[in-house]
């Protein structure tokens, strides 16, 4: 069992140097990763202009849906946000 500690606590100090988790005054949380243009899905770097070489991605849940912000590294410029059912389903996308 050690060896299984040490790897989750490797794989969560991993992921605090690259997500950033926030949480709101109604409980949300928000949980950002900062990811290369070239790591995005064809579809979604088609939304970032091609100056941006980094893209933060911020991911929150609400009950059952689950929502996407697709942003410049400081959020001042936000290319588009979806929704996401419990089912994998697209609820809406805007951009």
Same mark, same amino acid.
């Given at each position: 069992?050690?060896?299984?500690?040490?790897?989750? %606590?490797?794989?969560?100090?991993?992921?605090?140097?690259?997500?950033?988790?926030?949480?709101?005054?109604?409980?949300?949380?928000?949980?950002?990763?900062?990811?290369?243009?070239?790591?995005?899905?064809?579809?979604?770097?088609?939304?970032?202009?091609?100056?941006?070489?980094?893209?933060?991605?911020?991911?929150?849940?609400? %009950?059952?849906?689950? $929502?996407?912000?697709?942003?410049?590294?400081?959020?001042?410029?936000?290319? $588009?946000? $979806?929704?996401? $059912?419990?089912?994998?389903?697209? %609820?809406?996308?805007?951009?």
């Amino acid at each position: 069992m050690t060896g299984y500690e040490f790897a989750k %606590k490797e794989l969560i100090s991993e992921l605090e140097t690259i997500m950033r988790i926030t949480i709101d005054e109604n409980r949300t949380v928000y949980e950002t990763v900062l990811l290369e243009r070239c790591e995005l899905d064809e579809a979604v770097q088609n939304l970032v202009p091609n100056n941006e070489q980094y893209v933060s991605v911020t991911s929150f849940a609400v %009950k059952d849906v689950t $929502g996407f912000i697709i942003a410049n590294n400081q959020n001042k410029d936000v290319w $588009g946000i $979806g929704f996401i $059912g419990s089912d994998g389903t697209i %609820k809406e996308w805007r951009v």
